[in-house]
Protein backbone atom coordinates (compact mmCIF):
# COMPACT_ATOMS: atom_id res chain seq x y z
CA UNK A 1 0.00 0.00 0.00
CA UNK A 2 1.24 3.44 -0.62
CA UNK A 3 2.43 5.54 2.10
CA UNK A 4 0.04 8.22 3.25
CA UNK A 5 1.59 11.89 3.01
CA UNK A 6 3.19 13.28 6.19
CA UNK A 7 0.09 15.22 8.28
CA UNK A 8 1.59 18.84 7.60
CA UNK A 9 1.12 18.29 3.71
CA UNK A 10 -1.72 20.18 3.14
CA UNK A 11 -1.77 20.84 0.06
CA UNK A 12 -4.42 20.23 -2.13
CA UNK A 13 -4.06 17.91 -5.00
CA UNK A 14 -3.51 19.18 -8.40
CA UNK A 15 -5.53 18.26 -11.25
CA UNK A 16 -1.81 16.04 -12.55
CA UNK A 17 -1.36 14.81 -9.49
CA UNK A 18 -5.16 13.30 -9.45
CA UNK A 19 -4.70 11.87 -12.83
CA UNK A 20 -1.81 9.87 -11.76
CA UNK A 21 -3.29 8.62 -8.61
CA UNK A 22 -5.98 7.71 -10.94
CA UNK A 23 -3.59 5.90 -13.11
CA UNK A 24 -2.20 4.53 -10.73
CA UNK A 25 -5.43 2.96 -9.42
CA UNK A 26 -6.52 1.88 -12.90
CA UNK A 27 -3.15 -0.05 -13.33
CA UNK A 28 -3.33 -2.08 -10.42
CA UNK A 29 -6.64 -2.77 -10.81
CA UNK A 30 -6.14 -4.14 -14.22
CA UNK A 31 -2.46 -6.17 -12.99
CA UNK A 32 -4.88 -7.51 -9.53
CA UNK A 33 -7.65 -8.12 -11.70
CA UNK A 34 -5.18 -10.85 -13.93
CA UNK A 35 -4.20 -12.53 -10.80
CA UNK A 36 -7.61 -12.51 -9.44
CA UNK A 37 -9.40 -13.96 -12.22
CA UNK A 38 -6.50 -16.96 -12.68
CA UNK A 39 -7.22 -17.98 -8.82
CA UNK A 40 -11.22 -17.67 -9.48
CA UNK A 41 -10.60 -19.54 -13.05
CA UNK A 42 -9.04 -22.38 -10.64
CA UNK A 43 -12.27 -21.83 -8.54
CA UNK A 44 -14.96 -22.24 -11.13
CA UNK A 45 -13.06 -25.14 -12.69
CA UNK A 46 -13.16 -27.09 -9.68
CA UNK A 47 -16.45 -26.15 -9.46
CA UNK A 48 -17.10 -27.64 -12.48
CA UNK A 49 -16.00 -31.15 -11.21
CA UNK A 50 -17.65 -30.97 -8.59
CA UNK A 51 -21.28 -30.37 -10.05
CA UNK A 52 -19.48 -33.68 -12.96
CA UNK A 53 -18.86 -35.95 -10.03
CA UNK A 54 -22.58 -35.19 -8.38
CA UNK A 55 -24.66 -35.23 -11.59
CA UNK A 56 -22.39 -38.20 -12.58
CA UNK A 57 -22.96 -40.61 -9.45
CA UNK A 58 -26.35 -39.40 -8.69
CA UNK A 59 -28.62 -38.11 -11.56
CA UNK A 60 -30.51 -35.05 -12.48
CA UNK A 61 -33.18 -35.99 -9.65
CA UNK A 62 -30.94 -36.02 -6.71
CA UNK A 63 -28.63 -33.95 -7.57
CA UNK A 64 -31.56 -31.62 -7.85
CA UNK A 65 -32.49 -32.48 -4.36
CA UNK A 66 -29.19 -32.07 -2.55
CA UNK A 67 -28.46 -28.74 -4.82
CA UNK A 68 -31.91 -27.97 -3.10
CA UNK A 69 -30.79 -29.16 -0.03
CA UNK A 70 -27.43 -26.40 0.01
CA UNK A 71 -29.21 -24.15 -1.67
CA UNK A 72 -30.17 -21.67 1.18
CA UNK A 73 -26.70 -22.12 2.65
CA UNK A 74 -25.17 -21.26 -0.90
CA UNK A 75 -27.25 -18.16 -1.06
CA UNK A 76 -26.41 -17.03 2.20
CA UNK A 77 -22.70 -17.49 1.15
CA UNK A 78 -23.10 -15.90 -1.98
CA UNK A 79 -24.38 -12.85 -0.42
CA UNK A 80 -21.69 -12.96 2.41
CA UNK A 81 -18.35 -13.64 0.30
CA UNK A 82 -19.54 -11.59 -2.90
CA UNK A 83 -22.17 -9.38 -1.52
CA UNK A 84 -23.51 -7.83 1.57
CA UNK A 85 -20.94 -8.50 4.16
CA UNK A 86 -17.83 -8.13 2.03
CA UNK A 87 -19.28 -5.10 0.29
CA UNK A 88 -19.77 -3.30 3.14
CA UNK A 89 -16.98 -4.39 5.44
CA UNK A 90 -14.51 -3.69 2.73
CA UNK A 91 -15.90 0.20 1.92
CA UNK A 92 -15.54 0.56 6.07
CA UNK A 93 -12.32 -0.84 6.20
CA UNK A 94 -10.59 0.88 4.16
CA UNK A 95 -12.02 4.20 5.06
CA UNK A 96 -10.71 3.33 8.24
CA UNK A 97 -7.06 2.17 6.88
CA UNK A 98 -6.63 5.45 5.19
CA UNK A 99 -8.37 7.93 7.80
CA UNK A 100 -7.39 6.42 11.23
CA UNK A 101 -4.43 3.94 10.35
CA UNK A 102 -4.15 -0.03 11.00
CA UNK A 103 -4.50 0.00 14.31
CA UNK A 104 -8.04 1.26 13.91
CA UNK A 105 -9.01 -1.05 11.23
CA UNK A 106 -7.22 -4.52 13.25
CA UNK A 107 -10.16 -3.08 15.98
CA UNK A 108 -12.67 -3.01 13.98
CA UNK A 109 -12.15 -6.50 11.76
CA UNK A 110 -11.77 -8.17 15.34
CA UNK A 111 -14.94 -6.97 16.66
CA UNK A 112 -16.91 -7.98 13.19
CA UNK A 113 -14.79 -11.77 13.18
CA UNK A 114 -16.32 -11.86 17.16
CA UNK A 115 -20.20 -10.51 15.96
CA UNK A 116 -20.11 -12.64 13.02
CA UNK A 117 -19.09 -15.89 14.82
CA UNK A 118 -21.78 -14.93 17.41
CA UNK A 119 -24.71 -14.14 15.10
CA UNK A 120 -24.25 -16.45 12.15
CA UNK A 121 -23.94 -19.49 14.82
CA UNK A 122 -27.08 -18.83 15.81
CA UNK A 123 -28.78 -18.69 12.20
CA UNK A 124 -26.98 -21.87 11.98
CA UNK A 125 -29.44 -23.21 14.62
CA UNK A 126 -32.34 -21.28 13.80
CA UNK A 127 -31.66 -23.07 9.90
CA UNK A 128 -31.55 -26.88 11.37
CA UNK A 129 -34.70 -26.44 13.43
CA UNK A 130 -37.01 -24.87 10.85
CA UNK A 131 -35.27 -27.39 7.64
CA UNK A 132 -38.26 -29.10 6.85
CA UNK A 133 -41.02 -26.14 6.69
CA UNK A 134 -38.53 -23.91 4.78
CA UNK A 135 -37.92 -26.87 2.79
CA UNK A 136 -41.76 -27.38 2.09
CA UNK A 137 -41.57 -23.51 1.88
CA UNK A 138 -39.34 -23.31 -0.71
CA UNK A 139 -40.07 -26.41 -2.84
CA UNK A 140 -43.95 -26.73 -2.70
CA UNK A 141 -44.34 -28.75 -5.72
CA UNK A 142 -42.30 -31.86 -4.76
CA UNK A 143 -43.04 -34.59 -3.38
CA UNK A 144 -43.23 -35.24 0.40
CA UNK A 145 -40.37 -37.58 0.50
CA UNK A 146 -38.43 -35.19 -1.48
CA UNK A 147 -38.80 -32.48 0.66
CA UNK A 148 -37.72 -34.96 4.09
CA UNK A 149 -34.13 -35.49 2.12
CA UNK A 150 -33.71 -32.73 1.19
CA UNK A 151 -34.25 -31.29 4.46
CA UNK A 152 -31.99 -33.65 6.39
CA UNK A 153 -28.96 -33.14 4.31
CA UNK A 154 -29.99 -29.45 4.81
CA UNK A 155 -29.42 -29.67 8.30
CA UNK A 156 -25.89 -31.43 7.68
CA UNK A 157 -24.87 -28.42 5.95
CA UNK A 158 -26.55 -25.74 7.68
CA UNK A 159 -23.04 -24.53 9.71
CA UNK A 160 -21.32 -23.46 6.50
CA UNK A 161 -22.87 -20.39 7.22
CA UNK A 162 -21.35 -19.53 10.03
CA UNK A 163 -18.11 -20.67 8.28
CA UNK A 164 -18.57 -18.65 5.30
CA UNK A 165 -19.16 -15.70 7.40
CA UNK A 166 -15.71 -15.26 8.90
CA UNK A 167 -14.92 -16.47 5.63
CA UNK A 168 -16.23 -13.08 3.87
CA UNK A 169 -14.40 -11.04 6.43
CA UNK A 170 -10.93 -12.08 5.74
CA UNK A 171 -11.21 -11.98 2.47
CA UNK A 172 -12.74 -8.70 2.86
CA UNK A 173 -9.19 -7.69 4.70
CA UNK A 174 -6.79 -8.90 2.26
CA UNK A 175 -8.64 -7.31 -0.52
CA UNK A 176 -8.19 -4.15 1.37
CA UNK A 177 -5.25 -4.09 1.98
CA UNK A 178 -4.23 -5.10 -2.19
CA UNK A 179 -3.73 -9.17 -1.38
CA UNK A 180 -6.33 -10.24 -3.89
CA UNK A 181 -4.73 -13.62 -4.98
CA UNK A 182 -5.27 -15.62 -1.95
CA UNK A 183 -9.03 -15.12 -1.17
CA UNK A 184 -9.81 -15.33 -4.82
CA UNK A 185 -7.84 -19.35 -4.76
CA UNK A 186 -9.38 -19.95 -1.47
CA UNK A 187 -12.89 -20.92 -3.18
CA UNK A 188 -10.89 -23.22 -5.08
CA UNK A 189 -9.84 -24.93 -1.60
CA UNK A 190 -13.62 -24.87 -1.16
CA UNK A 191 -14.54 -26.92 -3.80
CA UNK A 192 -11.50 -29.17 -3.66
CA UNK A 193 -12.43 -30.00 -0.36
CA UNK A 194 -16.23 -30.31 -1.18
CA UNK A 195 -14.94 -32.93 -4.04
CA UNK A 196 -12.24 -35.22 -2.09
CA UNK A 197 -13.68 -35.14 1.47
CA UNK A 198 -17.21 -35.94 -0.22
CA UNK A 199 -15.84 -38.31 -2.71
CA UNK A 200 -13.54 -39.87 0.20
CA UNK A 201 -16.51 -40.56 3.01
CA UNK A 202 -18.69 -42.16 0.71
CA UNK A 203 -16.39 -44.29 -0.35
CA UNK A 204 -15.77 -45.43 2.65
CA UNK A 205 -18.98 -45.28 4.65
CA UNK A 206 -21.24 -46.92 1.84
CA UNK A 207 -20.30 -49.93 0.16
CA UNK A 208 -23.17 -49.05 -2.60
CA UNK A 209 -21.31 -46.02 -3.37
CA UNK A 210 -18.90 -48.16 -4.77
CA UNK A 211 -20.87 -50.00 -7.08
CA UNK A 212 -22.97 -47.47 -8.59
CA UNK A 213 -25.86 -47.36 -6.02
CA UNK A 214 -27.44 -44.01 -4.40
CA UNK A 215 -28.05 -43.99 -0.77
CA UNK A 216 -29.00 -41.16 2.17
CA UNK A 217 -25.84 -42.57 3.50
CA UNK A 218 -23.75 -41.21 0.28
CA UNK A 219 -25.40 -37.86 -0.11
CA UNK A 220 -24.75 -37.30 3.33
CA UNK A 221 -21.37 -37.94 2.86
CA UNK A 222 -21.13 -35.19 0.08
CA UNK A 223 -23.09 -32.67 2.74
CA UNK A 224 -20.23 -33.03 5.19
CA UNK A 225 -17.84 -32.52 2.45
CA UNK A 226 -19.46 -29.24 2.13
CA UNK A 227 -18.53 -28.27 5.79
CA UNK A 228 -14.79 -29.82 5.28
CA UNK A 229 -14.81 -27.53 1.91
CA UNK A 230 -15.96 -24.20 4.03
CA UNK A 231 -13.17 -24.87 6.60
CA UNK A 232 -10.50 -25.31 4.19
CA UNK A 233 -11.45 -22.02 2.27
CA UNK A 234 -11.18 -20.29 5.48
CA UNK A 235 -8.18 -21.69 6.49
CA UNK A 236 -5.80 -21.24 3.67
CA UNK A 237 -6.42 -17.43 4.14
CA UNK A 238 -5.28 -17.16 8.20
CA UNK A 239 -1.92 -17.28 7.44
CA UNK A 240 -2.43 -14.33 4.95
CA UNK A 241 -4.09 -12.08 7.39
CA UNK A 242 -1.12 -12.76 10.08
CA UNK A 243 1.22 -11.47 7.03
CA UNK A 244 -0.63 -8.67 6.72
CA UNK A 245 -0.58 -7.62 10.25
CA UNK A 246 -3.99 -8.99 11.87
CA UNK A 247 -4.18 -11.12 15.13
CA UNK A 248 -7.46 -12.07 15.98
CA UNK A 249 -8.78 -11.91 19.61
CA UNK A 250 -12.46 -11.97 20.71
CA UNK A 251 -13.41 -8.24 21.12
CA UNK A 252 -17.59 -8.06 22.46
CA UNK A 253 -17.53 -4.08 22.00
CA UNK A 254 -19.92 -4.03 19.44
CA UNK A 255 -21.34 -0.36 20.01
CA UNK A 256 -18.26 1.10 18.15
CA UNK A 257 -18.96 3.47 15.32
CA UNK A 258 -17.15 0.99 12.75
CA UNK A 259 -19.37 -1.49 13.57
CA UNK A 260 -22.55 0.23 13.63
CA UNK A 261 -21.25 1.69 9.99
CA UNK A 262 -20.87 -1.97 8.41
CA UNK A 263 -24.14 -3.00 9.76
CA UNK A 264 -26.17 0.09 8.66
CA UNK A 265 -24.16 -0.57 4.92
CA UNK A 266 -25.09 -3.86 5.43
CA UNK A 267 -28.86 -4.64 5.55
CA UNK A 268 -29.64 -2.58 2.48
CA UNK A 269 -26.53 -4.32 0.65
CA UNK A 270 -27.85 -7.36 1.28
CA UNK A 271 -31.20 -6.48 -0.27
CA UNK A 272 -29.43 -4.92 -3.34
CA UNK A 273 -27.18 -8.06 -3.79
CA UNK A 274 -29.16 -10.47 -3.15
CA UNK A 275 -31.90 -10.03 -5.35
CA UNK A 276 -29.90 -12.75 -8.66
CA UNK A 277 -29.73 -15.07 -5.48
CA UNK A 278 -33.57 -14.34 -4.23
CA UNK A 279 -34.48 -15.09 -7.71
CA UNK A 280 -32.63 -18.29 -7.61
CA UNK A 281 -34.98 -19.09 -4.53
CA UNK A 282 -37.85 -18.26 -6.26
CA UNK A 283 -37.17 -19.77 -9.63
CA UNK A 284 -36.95 -22.79 -7.33
CA UNK A 285 -40.12 -22.15 -6.02
CA UNK A 286 -41.88 -22.32 -9.17
CA UNK A 287 -39.83 -24.78 -11.09
CA UNK A 288 -41.52 -27.09 -8.82
CA UNK A 289 -44.71 -26.58 -10.31
CA UNK A 290 -43.22 -27.50 -13.84
CA UNK A 291 -42.87 -30.65 -14.93
CA UNK A 292 -39.37 -31.30 -14.64
CA UNK A 293 -39.45 -30.98 -10.30
CA UNK A 294 -36.59 -31.97 -8.85
CA UNK A 295 -35.16 -32.65 -12.29
CA UNK A 296 -35.40 -28.66 -12.69
CA UNK A 297 -33.65 -28.04 -10.30
CA UNK A 298 -30.64 -29.15 -11.66
CA UNK A 299 -31.17 -28.08 -15.07
CA UNK A 300 -31.62 -24.46 -13.51
CA UNK A 301 -28.18 -25.19 -11.44
CA UNK A 302 -25.57 -26.24 -14.13
CA UNK A 303 -26.82 -23.77 -16.59
CA UNK A 304 -26.11 -21.16 -14.14
CA UNK A 305 -23.30 -22.52 -12.73
CA UNK A 306 -21.70 -22.02 -16.80
CA UNK A 307 -22.66 -18.64 -16.40
CA UNK A 308 -20.85 -18.21 -13.20
CA UNK A 309 -17.89 -19.18 -14.70
CA UNK A 310 -16.94 -15.82 -17.10
CA UNK A 311 -19.27 -14.04 -13.97
CA UNK A 312 -16.90 -14.67 -11.56
CA UNK A 313 -13.40 -14.72 -13.79
CA UNK A 314 -14.26 -11.38 -14.82
CA UNK A 315 -17.07 -9.97 -13.58
CA UNK A 316 -16.62 -10.72 -9.69
CA UNK A 317 -12.61 -10.34 -10.54
CA UNK A 318 -12.88 -6.57 -11.82
CA UNK A 319 -15.20 -6.00 -8.97
CA UNK A 320 -12.95 -7.35 -6.62
CA UNK A 321 -10.27 -5.35 -7.22
CA UNK A 322 -12.20 -2.27 -8.14
CA UNK A 323 -14.23 -1.47 -5.20
CA UNK A 324 -11.37 -0.55 -3.29
CA UNK A 325 -9.98 1.86 -5.64
CA UNK A 326 -13.66 3.72 -5.54
CA UNK A 327 -13.96 3.50 -1.96
CA UNK A 328 -10.58 5.64 -1.54
CA UNK A 329 -11.61 7.71 -4.65
CA UNK A 330 -15.00 8.51 -3.22
CA UNK A 331 -13.29 9.23 0.23
CA UNK A 332 -13.62 13.04 -0.11
CA UNK A 333 -16.50 12.97 -2.73
CA UNK A 334 -17.58 11.81 -5.96
CA UNK A 335 -14.21 12.83 -7.82
CA UNK A 336 -13.46 12.83 -11.67
CA UNK A 337 -11.20 9.29 -9.92
CA UNK A 338 -14.25 8.01 -8.79
CA UNK A 339 -15.83 8.64 -12.33
CA UNK A 340 -13.10 7.20 -13.95
CA UNK A 341 -12.26 4.07 -11.86
CA UNK A 342 -15.92 2.99 -12.26
CA UNK A 343 -16.03 3.98 -15.91
CA UNK A 344 -12.83 2.16 -16.74
CA UNK A 345 -13.89 -1.00 -14.79
CA UNK A 346 -17.27 -1.10 -16.79
CA UNK A 347 -15.80 -1.13 -20.15
CA UNK A 348 -13.13 -3.68 -18.85
CA UNK A 349 -15.88 -6.32 -17.78
CA UNK A 350 -17.61 -5.71 -20.84
CA UNK A 351 -14.87 -6.34 -23.41
CA UNK A 352 -14.44 -9.41 -21.21
CA UNK A 353 -18.00 -10.83 -20.81
CA UNK A 354 -19.08 -10.00 -24.36
CA UNK A 355 -17.71 -12.72 -26.52
CA UNK A 356 -18.53 -15.40 -23.32
CA UNK A 357 -22.10 -14.60 -23.37
CA UNK A 358 -22.02 -15.18 -27.00
CA UNK A 359 -20.19 -18.38 -27.09
CA UNK A 360 -22.09 -20.02 -24.41
CA UNK A 361 -25.20 -18.68 -26.33
CA UNK A 362 -24.52 -20.49 -29.41
CA UNK A 363 -22.26 -23.61 -27.72
CA UNK A 364 -24.45 -24.82 -25.00
CA UNK A 365 -25.59 -27.78 -25.46
CA UNK A 366 -22.41 -29.14 -26.99
CA UNK A 367 -20.80 -27.21 -23.64
CA UNK A 368 -22.79 -29.10 -21.63
CA UNK A 369 -22.60 -31.99 -23.25
CA UNK A 370 -19.08 -32.16 -23.05
CA UNK A 371 -18.66 -31.46 -18.98
CA UNK A 372 -21.92 -33.05 -17.80
CA UNK A 373 -22.86 -36.02 -19.66
CA UNK A 374 -21.46 -38.57 -18.12
CA UNK A 375 -22.72 -41.40 -16.04
CA UNK A 376 -27.00 -40.99 -14.78
CA UNK A 377 -26.35 -37.20 -16.72
CA UNK A 378 -27.13 -37.76 -20.31
CA UNK A 379 -28.32 -36.17 -23.60
CA UNK A 380 -32.19 -35.43 -22.67
CA UNK A 381 -30.75 -33.31 -19.26
CA UNK A 382 -28.42 -31.57 -21.38
CA UNK A 383 -30.94 -30.30 -23.87
CA UNK A 384 -32.89 -28.78 -21.11
CA UNK A 385 -30.02 -27.51 -19.70
CA UNK A 386 -29.11 -25.72 -22.53
CA UNK A 387 -32.13 -24.00 -23.25
CA UNK A 388 -31.41 -22.47 -19.60
CA UNK A 389 -28.06 -21.48 -20.50
CA UNK A 390 -28.93 -19.40 -23.46
CA UNK A 391 -30.87 -17.33 -21.35
CA UNK A 392 -28.62 -17.20 -18.81
CA UNK A 393 -25.81 -16.14 -21.58
CA UNK A 394 -28.03 -13.09 -22.33
CA UNK A 395 -28.49 -12.40 -18.66
CA UNK A 396 -24.87 -12.50 -18.00
CA UNK A 397 -23.90 -9.24 -20.19
CA UNK A 398 -26.04 -7.48 -17.51
CA UNK A 399 -24.79 -9.30 -14.26
CA UNK A 400 -21.45 -8.76 -14.95
CA UNK A 401 -22.08 -5.15 -15.42
CA UNK A 402 -23.99 -5.08 -12.41
CA UNK A 403 -21.41 -6.21 -10.12
CA UNK A 404 -18.96 -3.51 -10.83
CA UNK A 405 -21.99 -0.55 -10.87
CA UNK A 406 -24.07 -1.93 -7.52
CA UNK A 407 -21.15 -1.30 -5.01
CA UNK A 408 -20.20 2.04 -6.06
CA UNK A 409 -23.50 3.00 -4.66
CA UNK A 410 -22.39 1.70 -1.27
CA UNK A 411 -19.32 3.83 -2.10
CA UNK A 412 -20.94 7.29 -1.96
CA UNK A 413 -23.53 6.27 0.57
CA UNK A 414 -26.78 6.02 -1.75
CA UNK A 415 -27.39 2.60 -0.65
CA UNK A 416 -31.12 2.69 -0.58
CA UNK A 417 -30.94 3.14 -4.22
CA UNK A 418 -29.76 -0.38 -5.34
CA UNK A 419 -32.08 -1.96 -2.11
CA UNK A 420 -34.74 -0.13 -3.91
CA UNK A 421 -34.41 -1.35 -7.71
CA UNK A 422 -33.19 -4.89 -5.99
CA UNK A 423 -36.41 -5.35 -4.90
CA UNK A 424 -38.09 -4.31 -8.13
CA UNK A 425 -36.31 -7.05 -9.94
CA UNK A 426 -37.79 -9.44 -7.23
CA UNK A 427 -41.15 -8.41 -7.58
CA UNK A 428 -41.17 -8.23 -11.36
CA UNK A 429 -39.86 -11.95 -11.62
CA UNK A 430 -42.65 -13.23 -9.27
CA UNK A 431 -45.18 -11.68 -11.34
CA UNK A 432 -43.62 -12.60 -14.89
CA UNK A 433 -42.79 -16.26 -13.30
CA UNK A 434 -46.61 -16.95 -11.76
CA UNK A 435 -47.74 -15.63 -15.55
CA UNK A 436 -45.67 -18.35 -17.66
CA UNK A 437 -46.25 -21.05 -14.98
CA UNK A 438 -49.72 -20.86 -13.71
CA UNK A 439 -51.32 -19.84 -17.16
CA UNK A 440 -48.89 -20.24 -20.01
CA UNK A 441 -47.74 -23.59 -18.28
CA UNK A 442 -44.31 -22.98 -19.53
CA UNK A 443 -41.51 -24.44 -18.43
CA UNK A 444 -38.46 -23.93 -16.06
CA UNK A 445 -36.77 -22.41 -19.30
CA UNK A 446 -39.38 -19.59 -19.47
CA UNK A 447 -37.72 -18.82 -15.59
CA UNK A 448 -34.40 -18.54 -16.79
CA UNK A 449 -35.59 -15.62 -19.39
CA UNK A 450 -37.65 -13.81 -16.39
CA UNK A 451 -34.37 -13.83 -14.56
CA UNK A 452 -32.30 -12.18 -17.52
CA UNK A 453 -34.82 -9.61 -18.19
CA UNK A 454 -34.75 -8.52 -14.87
CA UNK A 455 -31.02 -8.43 -14.78
CA UNK A 456 -31.26 -6.13 -17.65
CA UNK A 457 -33.95 -3.95 -16.47
CA UNK A 458 -31.59 -3.71 -13.26
CA UNK A 459 -28.69 -2.56 -14.84
CA UNK A 460 -30.13 -0.22 -16.72
CA UNK A 461 -31.81 1.48 -14.13
CA UNK A 462 -28.74 1.36 -12.00
CA UNK A 463 -26.46 2.72 -14.82
CA UNK A 464 -29.13 5.55 -15.35
CA UNK A 465 -29.14 6.88 -11.82
CA UNK A 466 -25.39 6.44 -11.19
CA UNK A 467 -24.69 8.79 -14.12
CA UNK A 468 -26.75 11.38 -13.16
CA UNK A 469 -25.49 10.96 -9.30
CA UNK A 470 -21.70 11.19 -10.38
CA UNK A 471 -22.40 13.48 -13.44
CA UNK A 472 -21.14 11.70 -15.88
CA UNK A 473 -20.05 7.84 -16.60
CA UNK A 474 -17.94 8.51 -19.64
CA UNK A 475 -21.14 7.14 -21.31
CA UNK A 476 -20.38 8.29 -25.22
CA UNK A 477 -16.61 6.27 -24.80
CA UNK A 478 -18.36 3.00 -23.38
CA UNK A 479 -20.91 3.13 -25.87
CA UNK A 480 -18.47 3.33 -28.70
CA UNK A 481 -16.41 0.77 -27.57
CA UNK A 482 -19.44 -1.58 -26.73
CA UNK A 483 -19.92 -1.26 -30.62
CA UNK A 484 -16.90 -2.05 -31.44
CA UNK A 485 -17.19 -4.85 -29.27
CA UNK A 486 -20.46 -6.00 -30.58
CA UNK A 487 -18.57 -5.94 -33.89
CA UNK A 488 -16.01 -8.48 -33.19
CA UNK A 489 -18.10 -10.55 -31.42
CA UNK A 490 -20.43 -10.92 -33.98
CA UNK A 491 -17.45 -11.67 -36.42
CA UNK A 492 -16.36 -14.50 -33.89
CA UNK A 493 -19.94 -16.05 -34.09
CA UNK A 494 -20.04 -16.07 -38.05
CA UNK A 495 -16.67 -17.49 -37.96
CA UNK A 496 -18.38 -20.46 -35.73
CA UNK A 497 -21.43 -21.23 -37.63
CA UNK A 498 -19.89 -23.67 -40.00
CA UNK A 499 -18.25 -26.04 -36.73
CA UNK A 500 -21.58 -25.17 -35.24
CA UNK A 501 -23.86 -27.38 -37.88
CA UNK A 502 -20.94 -29.77 -38.35
CA UNK A 503 -21.19 -30.69 -34.11
CA UNK A 504 -25.17 -30.70 -34.58
CA UNK A 505 -24.59 -33.18 -37.49
CA UNK A 506 -22.21 -35.35 -35.82
CA UNK A 507 -22.22 -34.82 -32.25
CA UNK A 508 -23.78 -38.37 -31.51
CA UNK A 509 -21.14 -40.34 -32.72
CA UNK A 510 -18.48 -38.68 -31.98
CA UNK A 511 -16.32 -40.24 -29.09
CA UNK A 512 -15.67 -38.07 -26.33
CA UNK A 513 -12.30 -37.33 -26.68
CA UNK A 514 -13.06 -35.94 -30.29
CA UNK A 515 -15.78 -33.80 -29.13
CA UNK A 516 -13.16 -32.41 -26.51
CA UNK A 517 -10.79 -31.21 -29.19
CA UNK A 518 -13.52 -29.94 -31.50
CA UNK A 519 -14.85 -28.07 -29.19
CA UNK A 520 -12.17 -26.41 -27.29
CA UNK A 521 -9.98 -26.15 -31.02
CA UNK A 522 -13.14 -23.88 -32.13
CA UNK A 523 -13.31 -21.75 -29.01
CA UNK A 524 -9.40 -21.34 -29.57
CA UNK A 525 -10.54 -19.68 -32.82
CA UNK A 526 -13.62 -17.61 -32.10
CA UNK A 527 -11.11 -16.28 -29.04
CA UNK A 528 -8.17 -15.84 -31.40
CA UNK A 529 -11.10 -14.43 -33.83
CA UNK A 530 -12.20 -12.01 -31.30
CA UNK A 531 -8.80 -10.31 -30.11
CA UNK A 532 -7.76 -9.78 -33.97
CA UNK A 533 -10.98 -8.04 -34.98
CA UNK A 534 -10.91 -5.82 -31.21
CA UNK A 535 -7.36 -4.62 -32.67
CA UNK A 536 -8.22 -4.09 -35.91
CA UNK A 537 -10.84 -1.69 -34.60
CA UNK A 538 -8.61 -0.21 -31.86
CA UNK A 539 -10.87 -1.11 -28.69
CA UNK A 540 -9.18 0.11 -26.26
CA UNK A 541 -9.62 -2.56 -23.56
CA UNK A 542 -7.64 -5.00 -25.90
CA UNK A 543 -4.48 -2.76 -25.93
CA UNK A 544 -4.65 -2.75 -21.98
CA UNK A 545 -5.32 -6.56 -22.01
CA UNK A 546 -2.81 -8.04 -24.48
CA UNK A 547 -0.04 -5.75 -23.13
CA UNK A 548 -0.97 -6.92 -19.30
CA UNK A 549 -1.10 -10.42 -20.61
CA UNK A 550 2.72 -9.85 -22.06
CA UNK A 551 3.68 -7.92 -19.25
CA UNK A 552 2.56 -10.88 -17.01
CA UNK A 553 4.32 -13.79 -19.31
CA UNK A 554 7.01 -12.36 -20.34
CA UNK A 555 8.32 -12.49 -17.59
CA UNK A 556 11.89 -13.99 -16.85
CA UNK A 557 11.37 -14.74 -13.26
CA UNK A 558 8.30 -14.30 -11.06
Given at each position: ?????????????????E????????????????????????????????????????????????????????????????????T???????????????????????????????F??????????????????????????????????????????????????????????K?????????????????????S?????????????????S??????G??????????????????????????????????????????????????????????????????????????????????????????????????P???????????????????????????L????????A?????????????????????????????????????Y?????????F????????????????I?????????????L???????????????????G????????????????????????????????L?????????????W?????????????????????????????????E????????????????G
Amino acid sequence: MADLPPPDSLTPPTRATEGSAVNRDVATAAKSTSVVSLAVLCSRLLGLVRDQVLTSKFGALYNGIFAQAFGTPNMLRDLFAEGALSTAFVTTFSKKLKNEGEEAAWRLGRKMFTLAACFMSVVSLVGIVVALPLTRLLVPGWAPWKQELAASLAQIMYPFIAIVSLTALAMGILNAKKKFFVPAVASAFFNLGCIVGGFSLAWLLDPGFRRGEISWTSLASFAVGTLIGGLCQFMIQWPALRRVGFRYRPDFGWRDDGVREVLRLMWPSLIAAGGVQINVQINSIFASFTWGEASAKTWLQLAQRLQQLPLGLFGVAVATVTLPALSRAAAGGITPAFREVLAKGLRLVLFLVVPCAAGLALFAQEILSVIFEHGRYGAADVWQSARVLQAYAFGLLFYAALKVVQPAFFAIDKRFFPMGVSLGMILFNIIVNSFTVFVLKWDHAALAWATAAGLALNFGVSYVAMRRFAGGLDTRVTWNGLVRIGVAAATMLVVCVAPKWWFLAHWPGLSFGVRLLALVGTIMVAAATYFFVCGVLRVTEAGDFTALLKRRFGRTQG
